[in-house]
């Protein structure tokens, strides 16, 4: 008799996953030398992860964003979810705010 796993498993899996999966890079990165970290940095820098073309930061409720013209892709570094999703109707006036 099998049983399904509950949210609060399924949860623990994945933040368990997602800890191994950091591990992993942060081994590779320390393998790799400084110069070629240094050159990574400066072909990628500020550059869409979907298209590849430059990024631009658009000011939104005090918070900067890295928005892709050419796409439409708009990225957040670490932490800035956490900032928006604390403020009341945050998703609806980003949607307005991007919206094409």
Do not use: I
């Amino acid at each position: 008799m099998s049983r399904r796993p509950n949210e609060s498993e399924q949860e623990y899996q994945a933040r368990v996953a997602m800890e191994l999966q950091r591990d992993a890079v942060q081994r590779r990165h320390a393998q790799v030398a400084e110069v070629d970290r240094e050159r990574q940095k400066q072909l990628h820098w500020m550059r869409c992860p979907k298209c590849g073309m430059e990024l631009a930061e658009v000011q939104f409720r005090d918070v900067k964003l890295d928005k892709c013209f050419t796409c439409g892709g708009v990225y957040l570094d670490d932490g800035e979810l956490e900032q928006l999703t604390g403020k009341p109707g945050w998703f609806e006036s980003m949607l307005r705010f991007f919206r094409n």
